[in-house]
């Protein structure tokens, strides 16, 4: 178990293969909307399979799935790492 | 048994999910593109004969809910609502049953008659899952048939179940998925308060839509349901503050829950098999290091096979083509009328010759990367350089197709979320030197003046592109989108599938552009044998002979070039009268022309493209900025290319 576990942090800052919990998204409505009708809803747990370079998208896994989000929006996703 | 009865059906479900080869099974050649009215948004809509029954059936686009995040949601949601269907398939991918399901809870409440199809069924033990889909039926209160599309399997079933169940349907009384407690009552009191009478939607849904604050059911109720909108507010201030999350996430939460709970209980997933070529082929396309180089050389591999199988087939059909054209030539004589004639028939083989040879290997390869899953790869990898552009990495695919034609390219900019976004990337793939673009690069420039030259030009067109995206990103106003894509699995490609949507897509092409290609080729054939080109050319001549320095006779090539890119290329040579264009023109006139022959214009068929996705206005706004945006940037260019070469 690390130090940071009880902390939050941005989805940007997780490390390829780390786990999280969503804590809440912020940003506009509509990608919010769309997050969470695709099942990324707060509690939801997360898994970074990878994280393209040059500020590109990230990758994960959530509800059996697997998602690209645009590094911009992700960085607007608040979570607990596991 | 309402024997003889016309049905009308739709296939609704998220993207990748197999519908269209439902619905390509269940239509078969029956096929038909409609608009409905006032959408300029496409459906594929099908007829099914099927015992006694004339069915109408529609394929709706692939989407995640009917919230207003996408046109198609928005479009989907108003088509299940208003033209009111007998019954709707809801396509499951049922290796994915809990995200698909989240999908299937909101159509649930849209309360139409239900039928679902647990597709892909086949590659459950594959993957070693277990459904019980009996028990799904129960929970859910719809039938719920195991399908397995590709192989045609419990369609017929589908079809029965679903006639079985409109026989004597009455909507659910009551509801069996239920959202949190707090939530049920401020849905149950928003509801009270909807005037039924008005409403054409289902007032549960109505009330959960004014609930999570959609802008579109608010518009709608503003009017009747005042007091309904504004307890709707304070009701989801309430959820925000008990909850600590908008109402509309809570919501959406709340749903995922039901889901989850469901997945539980009707799916079972057995110990997971050992790591799989496929896995390990993911693994390092989509790789941060590796993923550029596999890239490189897939769209290498790509471009070769187009413009190898291109160059095959139009090969092949050169001949027969030249054989046809001097049987016309011959048997109409040579007076005007007879002239129009045969520029009406060149203009129909002409576009064989462009619609065929190379947009069919096109429309191939993109829809076998695309089924195949390699396409979302390159999406991932090149978000943050499209991103650069204005636009997200689904981009990526219109733009690469526009190397190949810009009408496809514009046809795909559906992909993209939002009317922003797909003109954007639609203004972007027009700015893509095409395949005949590409001939007159080669063949001139390539040929004439030097291989690095030709290179050099194509390095001006990705310049441009980024320019033009810079620019109109800033300009053309609205929030733009972020990348929210579904990563697939890798999965063997279908080719039934590709086929199908290779054909399909073929077909949709040559309709739209085929009259105003032989309108324009008439017209222009007109124009040549009534004599009037050189008044033409001397027309342009302040523009080619004074701006651009090119030869006087280059003014009526661009007017043909308006047909067919490569035409300036043929025309140039027939003007000339030599195929060695170094005798005619300066090395700086053979870049200007090519610069100009690359940016001055989207062909015809681009424009009808274009007309067909964004309307005339837009359409003629790009084709006057073009024309403009070359000219000057040609003059330009000449004018520094005399100053360093001579």
Known sequence: MKKEDNKKTLLTDLSVGQKAEIVSIEGGRGARKRLSDMGLTPNTTIEVIRIAPFFGPVNIEVRNFRLVIGRGLASKILVKPK | MNGGKKLNIVLAGQANVGKSVIFNYLTGLHQHIGNWPGKTIEKAEGTLFYKDHVIDVVDLPGIYSFSTYSVEELISREYIITQNPDFIINVIDSTHLERNLIFTLQLLELEKPVVIALNMSDLLKQERIEIDFRKLEDILGVPVIPVSAVHGKGITELIDSGLKLIENYSPPENIRLKYGNETEKAVEEISGQINKTINIYPVRWTAVKLLEGDSEIIKECEKENITAIRNANSLAEDLKRIHGHDAS????????????????EVMKILPSKKISFRDRFDSISSDKIWGYPVMIIMLILVFLFIFKFG??????IEIPYKNLQATIANSVGTSFPASLVTSAFDSILALILIALPYILPFYFVLH???????????AFLSDSLMHKLGVHGKACFPILLGFGCNVPACLSCRIMETHRERFLTALLSVFVPCSAVSVIIMGLVGKFVGMEWAI???FLAVIVIFAVGKIASKIITGEPMELIMEMPDYKSPSLKTIIFLTWYRLKNFVYSAAPIIIISGI????IHSAGWSNYISDFLKPVTVNWLGLPLY?????????LRKELILLMLAALAGTMNFNEVLTPVQMLTLAIVSMFYIPCVATITALKKEFGWKKALGITVFKIVFAIILAG??????????N
């Open chain 2, 249 to 264: 996430v809570l919501i959406a939460d709340e749903r995922c829950n039901i889901v989850f709970k469901i997945t539980c």
């Open chain 2, 311 to 316: 160059d095959f087939l139009s090969g092949i």
């Open chain 2, 368 to 378: 076998f990367l695309e089924n195949w899953g390699y396409l979302s790869r390159v």
């Open chain 2, 456 to 458: 050099g030009l194509y």
């Open chain 2, 523 to 526: 017209i222009i054939g007109a």
């Open chain 2, 554 to 562: 280059t003014g009526i090539l661009l007017i043909f070039g308006f």
């Open chain 2, 636 to 645: 330009i260019i000449s004018r520094i290319l005399t100053f360093f070469m």
